[in-house]
Nanobody
Framework: QVQLVESGGGLVQAGDSLRLSCAAS????????MGWFRQAPGKEREFVAT????????YYADSVKGRFTISRDNAKNTVYLQMNSLKPEDTAVYYC??????????????????WGQGTQVTVSS
C-alpha cells in the first residue's frame, strides 16, 4: 500500500522560506515521478512542480518558477519542495503525489494516482 506523508508546513511571513518534505513508502520510490500540488481555500487544486524518477527533469508552474525548487533523494524515499520568497498567494494546503509513470511531468490527471494528506502553508503579509 502506497503511503505519502508530507511535513514542513507552517505559518511564515512574506519573503520567508520553507522546505516541505514528503516521505513515501509502499512501492519502489525511485521508479516513479513525483509532484507537488496545492489547494487554496475556495479554489481548485493546482499544479506546483513535478520531477521525474531520477531527478534529472523538473517542471514548474509559472507562478512559482524561480522561487520554488523540487528535488528528491531516492535513497531516503523522499521528495522536497524548497520554497523561497514566499507570498501571501502561496497560502494553501500542499499535497505531494506520485505518478504511475517514471517520466511524468504533467500538471495533473489520472496518472497521479497516490496522494498524501497535505500540509498547510500560510504566508502572512
Amino acid at each position: 500500500q502506497v503511503q505519502l506523508v508530507e511535513s514542513g508546513g507552517g505559518l511564515v511571513q512574506a519573503g520567508d522560506s520553507l522546505r516541505l518534505s514528503c516521505a513515501a513508502s509502499g512501492r519502489t520510490f525511485s521508479n516513479y515521478a513525483m509532484g507537488w500540488f496545492r489547494q487554496a481555500p475556495g479554489k481548485e487544486r493546482e499544479f506546483v512542480a513535478t520531477i521525474n524518477w531520477s531527478g534529472g527533469s523538473t517542471y514548474y508552474a509559472d507562478s512559482v518558477k524561480g522561487r520554488f525548487t523540487i528535488s528528491r533523494d531516492n535513497a531516503k524515499n523522499t521528495v522536497y519542495l524548497q520554497m523561497n520568497s514566499l507570498k501571501p498567494e502561496d497560502t494553501a494546503v500542499y499535497y505531494c503525489a506520485t505518478s504511475l509513470l517514471s517520466g511524468d511531468l504533467s500538471k495533473g490527471g489520472s496518472r497521479w494516482k497516490y496522494w498524501g494528506q497535505g500540509t498547510q502553508v500560510t504566508v502572512s503579509s
